[in-house]
């Protein structure tokens, strides 16, 4: 456990020495809000109301959907980098499983990017912009719990295209393709109230609600409190199905690597 | 003049071969493009399949002003990709040998690497979204509005390989430049990507007269589509985008020149 946190704080700090690319995700975070804002402020055209929804619910929302779907960049090619240059023996031959490592060094990215980039970048933001108060402290904290959860469901994901790796050379297509469709039927760029009924039927099949979908409900209160817990269910299943199909893989995949180079 | 068509298409024979050497990942990588980029419009078409118009703009208006766009860097990208990884080129000492021929540097650098995935996938979207939309609206296709389309895509051409040569230059006085690009050209770019008449007067600003991202696709786009750009802007802005184009064009050239004369290699 206390290699997991040195690997945790060193990949916090090895994030920390670029001074100007942690001032650059604040702007670029920045950008994307005032984007939105003003997009969805002409979209609105003044009206109070559209499907029932209100302009600060959907201000509130996007928000923190880029904010989570900001800190949640998982680096898809961990894996591939090291088979590509051969190191993966020696990753292999490390006491510590490399899923165990991968996780860690995102955690520590993770928490670089929430501390550096999204909560100064949301200050800022919230010195223009007026947002929904999460509906109770309480409420607050379930919400905290469900974000977790939906980062494990993306987190797992990743594992699973990064495991790709060892049958293709080159997984940046599968990741691009991964990340379109996660952006566009997870609500990160266009909320799940505004889609049409047949797409939102889709999505509350398939694991893209549970990702920010989910969480943002529970803060804005609309789902019951009793349900929540069903929801959490729904979110670690998901997780719990994704991590056996990357386990799989990974027993497969370990078994046919071949190193080029090295 | 015919050597340098000569040297041009055996440079385009080369990284043609060199970017399409492994088949399967070559499709793979210019559909992937192709799909990210595609699905910037499809994020909008399901917006506006609940909202009707942005600003009285419906789908195919805003499918137009994204065509413009990607189209442009599409065919941008052929000539630009040396000049985008230009960083490399200066850091690794490269510019050196370039500097040492009996070419342009620049001739070399915009003959020598072209990004083809790039310009495939998202050259390819800007089509699709221009056949779309052009269904759905009433543009005539008289001779002038044809000529006019071309010369409005030829300068939105000018006025990015001018954003991208001008940051080069910036190259050989700062060496780093990664993050200049991701904020002026990058970023704006999301702006341009919807009728700028929604913005605030600041970012309309920046959009006309620092990074001209508005001649590029919102101007020719107003004037094809008979739509008003916004009282604020004179009438001429319609016509401006070749002129804007090749005044950039000269004066980064001009810069291009003076920067070369500064060049002191990094020595490795």
Known sequence: ?262 | MRDTIDIFTAYAKTSIKAWFQYRLDAFLKSLSVFIRESSNAVAVYLTLYTFKSIHGWNISEMLFLFSLLFISYGILVIFATGLREFESVVKSGDLDRFLLRPRGVLFQIICANSDWFAALGQGGAGIVMFIFATRNTDIHWTFINVIYLIFAVLGGIAIQFSVFLLIACLNIYIVHTENIREIFYWNLRKFACYPINVFSGVIQFILVFIVPFAFVNYFPTCHLLHKQAGSQFPAAVYYLTPVVGIILLMLTYLFWRISLKHYSSTGS
């Open chain 1, 1 to 262: 456990m206390l290699v997991f946190f040195a690997y945790i704080k060193t990949s916090f700090k090895k994030n920390l020495t670029y001074r100007i690319n942690s001032f650059l995700g604040i702007i670029n975070i920045l950008v994307q809000i005032i984007i939105s804002c003003e997009i969805w402020k002409a979209l609105y055209a003044g009206e109070k109301m559209v499907n029932g929804i209100s302009y600060p619910v959907v201000v509130t929302n996007f928000i923190l959907t880029l904010g989570i779907s900001n800190i949640l960049t998982v680096d898809d090619f961990f894996i591939q980098y090291h088979i590509n240059k051969g190191t993966i023996a020696c990753e292999l031959l490390r006491p510590m499983d490399l899923r165990k490592r991968i996780l860690a060094e995102n955690i520590g990215g993770m928490l670089y990017k929430f501390l550096v980039n999204f909560i100064p970048a949301t200050i800022i933001a919230l010195c223009f912009v007026k947002i929904t108060l999460p509906a109770s402290g309480f409420r607050f904290v379930l919400f905290i719990i469900s974000i977790c959860l939906g980062v494990g469901i993306l987190w797992s994901i990743s594992l699973i295209v990064q495991m790709t790796s060892f049958w293709i050379i080159n997984v940046w297509s599968v990741s691009t393709i991964k990340n379109v469709i996660i952006n566009l039927l997870s609500g990160a760029v266009i909320p799940v109230w505004f889609m049409p009924h047949v797409l939102q039927k889709v999505v509350k099949v398939t694991p893209f609600e549970a990702i920010y979908y989910i969480p943002m409900q529970i803060y804005l209160g609309k789902i019951k409190l009793y349900r929540i817990g069903f929801c959490y269910v729904k979110q670690i299943c998901w997780i719990v199905i994704f991590c056996l199909i990357g386990s799989f893989m990974w027993e497969k995949g370990k078994k046919r690597i071949i190193t080029q180079g090295g």
